[in-house]
T-cell receptor, first 111, second 116 residues
Framework: GEDVEQSLFLSVREGDSSVINCTYT??????LYWYKQEPGAGLQLLTY?????DMKQDQRLTVLLNKKDKHLSLRIADTQTGDSAIYFC???????????FGQGTTLQVKP | DTEVTQTPKHLVMGMTNKKSLKCEQH?????MYWYKQKAKKPPELMFV???????INESVPSRFSPECPNSSLLNLHLHALQPEDSALYLC???????????????FGPGTRLTVL
């Protein structure tokens, strides 16, 4: 079935770059998304990438897509303490149109 | 404006109570969603409304009853809930619903529900 997997935890120092990785099984997903969830809050859409793109950059965020390996990554440059949150990658199921979420990666930023 | 609002922020209810969660968006979106989220887990889809009609019910127990009075509003009526229903309930909306197109979903802040 359709599946999205992420590592569960990442710890970085403030000012370093963070790279959060995601793999997915549905090769027909046309759009892939990154959401951020801070404690006690809803999900904030950070960015998305269309499946025919390799890279998308938006200020401190860079999304890389390797369609052959079904691998997606989110790079956060100059990571700040305010970036501490859970990051979910998600793909749209080509069969159902539903968002399929990964388990979420908790990013801890140490001062 | 990419805001989805939800009320109330917190709700505590007994197993015999009836309560409702409300969601509103003014982005002209024609698809609206209810999700349930347990701590440190991804959201689980419950219902999808497309053009004010129920399109998907993910086998949700009948003690949860969704309602879409118009294109901007989505309600979730709760009755005879169980303690295991305690969770964060998230509403989302998107321009449309389907398997193609960038129908990115915008989420509200959620209602934290506790069932005693």
């Amino acid at each position: 079935g359709e599946d999205v997997e992420q590592s569960l935890f990442l710890s970085v120092r403030e000012g370093d770059s963070s790279v959060i990785n995601c793999t997915y099984t549905d090769s027909s997903s046309t759009y892939l998304y990154w959401y951020k969830q801070e404690p006690g809050a809803g999900l904030q859409l950070l960015t998305y990438i269309f499946s025919n793109m390799d890279m998308k950059q938006d200020q401190r965020l860079t999304v890389l897509l390797n369609k052959k390996d079904k691998h997606l990554s989110l790079r956060i440059a100059d990571t700040q303490t305010g970036d501490s949150a859970i990051y979910f990658c998600a793909g749209v199921s080509s069969n159902t149109g539903k968002l399929i979420f990964g388990q979420g990666t908790t990013l801890q930023v140490k001062p | 404006d990419t805001e989805v609002t939800q009320t109330p922020k917190h709700l505590v209810m007994g197993m015999t109570n009836k309560k409702s969660l409300k969601c509103e968006q003014h982005m002209g979106h024609r698809a609206m969603y209810w999700y349930k989220q347990k701590a440190k887990k991804p959201p689980e889809l419950m219902f999808v409304y497309s053009y004010e009609k129920l399109s998907i019910n993910e086998s949700v127990p009948s003690r949860f009853s969704p309602e879409c009075p118009n294109s901007s509003l989505l309600n979730l009526h709760l009755h005879a809930l169980q303690p295991e229903d305690s969770a964060l309930y998230l509403c989302a909306s998107s321009q449309s619903w389907g398997t193609s197109g960038s129908y990115e979903q915008f989420f509200g802040p959620g209602t934290r529900l506790t069932v005693l």
